[in-house]
């Protein structure tokens, strides 16, 4: 029969793999608990109807990329494109605001269908982070000196941070009608996509990555020359902020990010080292989105990391580790030896708990044990055999320096495991 394969572009995370994603998500989450951050766990299936009006009609994530369908009562549903709108429906629906400013996090799969590439996948995961209810430039500050933290913990370097303020939605219609007029004068040169955004999202023209189009957008208005002071305010004190701090950024005026939600402050962290897709973490200020969902007039900022693309980023800058499935390995030599291993390696975990210990399974002659033992990758080979059993000792051979084998009591096995693991 046929073979059945993972549906393009979701892909297995084999066991080879998954520590280092663990590793990523426990640096990550300790830094958001160092911040004060709580996480949120929220559904992968929303109403269609979330995104629409979050998102925005007319962007690529709506039009063309949203895993939708009809279930079985009639309801139109959709597999979560993006964190952002299901964590303010969360919020909305189960009353938090009540409970003052929120800083809330949330981890897992997103769902877009692209064309997979390196990168860029149908199933990819992101951590989110929301602030909800403040609306200062500290705290768009403290999410990008949070991520710069991030980059520091994990020891990624050559990652670089770019800016922009979208302004007001007032600014922002003042800025949208001199962009139609300079992009109408040039409509000869536009490519389809384009004209089609041209009178529905023009500012998505300023993200193109059509190389045709890259000469005209240059030329294009900035939308930095439109802001409104308030904005204009805003966006200097986070500037004045990330100074002070020493973190390099750059002024990008053709950011303008994907979603229509977006108000004033958007960053991106981007990298050479990735191909097209090199944008890891991305964000920015939706101060109107809480509102156009149902809610009170609430600022809003919040940022996601790719997870996929930063650990392909780690692996490129060679940080990436190499996993260890287990510290010890028992070996279980004989007949009463091999009853009693299993109750022997439950007493010893209780007594390490950050022991890694593997128990030799199906039997087998002392050579072949000790040859599971090593591939198994483990440091050590605790070996028990029916003289060990009488004399109450266990036989610790080291399977990676060559240490001489050692005989070590029953009693103070554990304080002595625990000694070799701290050296």
């Avoid at 000469?215 to 990330?242: K, M």
């Avoid at 002024?251 to 981007?270: A, C, H, K, M, S």
């Avoid at 490129?316 to 390995?329: C, H, N, T």
């Avoid at 030799?360 to 044990?369: A, D, E, L, T, V």
Wanted: aromatic share 8%.
């Amino acid at each position: 029969m046929k073979k059945i394969q993972a549906i393009r572009g979701m892909n297995d995370l084999l066991p080879n793999q998954t520590p280092h994603w663990q590793r990523v998500e426990e640096v990550l989450s300790r830094v958001l608990a160092s911040y004060g951050y709580q996480e949120i766990r929220l559904p992968l299936l929303e109403p269609t109807e979330l995104f629409r009006r979050s998102i925005g009609e007319v962007t690529d994530i709506v039009e063309k990329e949203m895993y939708t369908f009809i279930d079985r009562n009639g309801d139109s549903l959709t597999l979560r494109p993006e964190g952002t709108a299901g964590c303010v429906r969360s919020i909305l629906q189960h009353g938090l605001l009540t409970q003052g400013p929120l800083r809330l996090w949330y981890y897992g799969p997103m769902f877009r269908h692209e064309r997979p590439q390196k990168g860029r996948y149908r199933q990819f995961y992101q951590i989110g982070v929301e602030v909800l209810g403040t609306k200062g430039p500290d705290v768009d500050a403290e999410l990008i000196l949070m991520t710069a933290r991030f980059w520091r913990r994990l020891g990624l370097q050559d990652l670089r941070l770019q800016l922009n303020s979208l302004g007001s939605p007032a600014a922002r219609i003042a800025y949208r009608e001199r962009l139609v007029d300079f992009f109408t004068a040039h409509e000869d040169v536009l490519d389809e996509d384009s004209r089609r955004r041209l009178h529905s999202n023009p500012l998505r023209i300023l993200d193109s990555k059509n190389p045709a189009l890259q000469e005209i957008i240059e030329q294009a208005p900035q939308l930095l020359d439109y802001l409104d002071d308030d904005s204009r305010t805003h966006f200097e004190a986070l500037r004045h902020t990330l100074d002070s701090a020493g973190i390099a950024y750059k002024i990008n005026p053709r950011l303008v990010r994907g979603l229509d939600y977006y108000t004033r402050t958007v960053f991106e962290w981007v990298s050479d080292q990735l191909g097209s897709q090199g944008t890891v973490c991305a964000g920015g200020r939706y101060d109107g989105l809480v509102e156009q969902l149902g809610g009170q007039s609430i600022p809003a900022v919040g940022f996601a990391l790719g997870l996929d693309r930063l650990v392909a980023l780690l692996g490129e800058q060679g940080r990436l580790k190499a996993s260890i499935p287990a510290d010890l390995y028992l070996v279980a030599v004989g007949p009463q030896a091999e009853r009693e291993s299993l109750l022997f390696a439950e007493r010893l975990r209780e007594a390490i708990p950050a022991a890694r210990l593997q128990v030799n399974y199906g039997g087998g002659s002392f050579k072949s044990q000790l040859k599971r033992a090593d591939r198994s990758g483990a440091r050590w080979a605790l070996i028990l055999g029916e003289d060990e059993i009488v004399q109450g000792t266990v036989s610790v051979k080291d399977l990676r320096q060559g240490q001489p084998q050692e005989l070590v009591s029953q009693d103070k096995l554990s304080d002595y495991i625990k000694q070799q693991l701290q050296s």
